[in-house]
């Protein structure tokens, strides 16, 4: 592979331990987390799982962007070209 693949896969790589960052931070800051705003049990089971529920919505947004911005038009160029 050449320098401009490892670049690409290394900012990738980045971006997907940059995305988990935030789960990771609130696993490790639950205690003072629930100890500052008085949260019980169930209240800071809502938050991660808000925070997971945010990811999800997110990156199925994030795809369907990228499919209507960037993939359909190159996809309806090329069945268009084949004929």
Do not use: K
Request: charged content about 10%; some cysteine; proline content about 2%.
């Amino acid at each position: 592979m050449g320098a401009c693949q490892w670049l690409i896969i290394g900012i990738c790589t980045f971006l997907n331990a940059l995305d988990g960052y935030d789960v990771l931070t609130m696993a490790f800051t639950a205690t003072p987390v629930t100890e500052e705003f008085g949260l019980s049990g169930s209240g800071l089971g809502f938050l991660l799982s808000a925070g997971l529920l945010g990811m999800a919505v997110g990156s199925l947004t994030v795809v369907a962007l990228i499919l209507v911005v960037a993939l359909m038009p190159e996809s309806a160029a090329y069945l268009h070209n084949r004929r």
